[in-house]
């Protein structure tokens, strides 16, 4: 690890008493990323920019209320941002914000862990991380 554990030390959860308000950084991340769906939702818009229809394809068991908590939760966190397609009828499109995209390699280390665990090696989170990454440079 780059930094030993004790580095991580944090105040104490949740900030001061009854506030609601996370103060330690692990805390504050599992705050935005809170949610049964929002880990896979990320998954799937990290493979590019999806319509509503495409993540509800791509999560068939996900209802449309739950997406679209999901989606609004991780807008407010500044993981992903919302595009208005032009034409009839108009469409909502959905990409991660470079802050989301940064979760690329936390999806990748969660994948990691959770394929040891089970006795998988070798796969990635999806194929298009690669890409991904290149077409932040364009």
């Known amino acids: ?27 504050i991340a599992l705050a935005a990323l809170r949610g049964r769906w929002t880990t896979l939702v990320i998954r799937e818009l990290l493979r590019g920019e999806r319509g509503f229809t495409e993540l509800r394809q791509a999560l068939p ?37 470079p802050h989301g995209r940064r979760l690329g390699p936390v999806l990748q280390a969660l994948w990691d862990w959770g394929a040891q665990v ?5 796969q990635e989170v999806q194929s298009g991380l690669a890409a991904t990454a290149e077409s932040d440079h364009n």
């Open 61 to 97: 068991e996900l209802s449309d209320k739950v997406l679209s908590d999901r989606l609004a939760q991780l807008a407010e966190a500044g993981v992903l941002e919302r595009r208005r397609r032009s034409g009839w009828p108009p469409r909502t499109h959905y990409r991660l914000t």
């Open 1 to 27: 690890m780059k930094r030993a554990l004790a580095a991580w030390a944090c105040g104490p959860v949740s900030g001061e008493p009854g506030s609601g308000t996370p103060s330690c950084p692990v805390e």
């Open 118 to 122: 089970e006795g998988r090696h070798g």
